[in-house]
């Protein structure tokens, strides 16, 4: 499966955001997602993850109660909302897919291009 994030932007602290990740390929609706954040100096970090029916989902502490992730099976596409962005939240974000369907903290195998989210103060 090949994944494309897209939706990054500067925006102000308070702002909201929403990303999107578009994949292709017809098993889309079978894979797990997440999405996954690094910020300048720092290793990637786990933000969201949803399973293969979006029944389950998982949150970093970080970004808990703040953003949300969703799908749509039919648009072969997983969304993260981001609501009451902070500076903190500046960092490339990518989504990525998990054969197993799951809603996985780490162990993912195909990982998208990043998109650019600049959070300013």
């Known amino acids: 499966v090949q994944l494309q994030a897209f939706g990054g932007g500067l925006v102000q602290a308070g702002d909201s955001l929403r990303l999107s990740c578009a994949a292709s390929?017809?098993?889309?609706?079978?894979?797990?997602m997440g999405w996954f954040r690094q910020a300048p100096g720092k290793e990637r970090e786990f933000v969201a993850a949803?399973?293969?029916?979006?029944?389950?989902?998982d949150y970093a502490d970080s970004v808990n109660r703040r953003f949300t992730i969703s799908r749509d099976n039919a648009k072969n596409t997983v969304y993260l909302q981001m609501n009451s962005l902070k500076p903190e939240d500046t960092a490339v974000y990518y989504c990525a897919a998990d054969a197993t369907g799951r809603e996985i903290r780490a162990g993912y195998d195909y990982w998208g291009q990043g998109t650019l989210v600049t959070v300013s103060s």
């Open positions: 949803i399973n293969w029916s979006g029944r389950i989902t």
């Open positions: 390929g017809r098993t889309f609706s079978t894979y797990g």
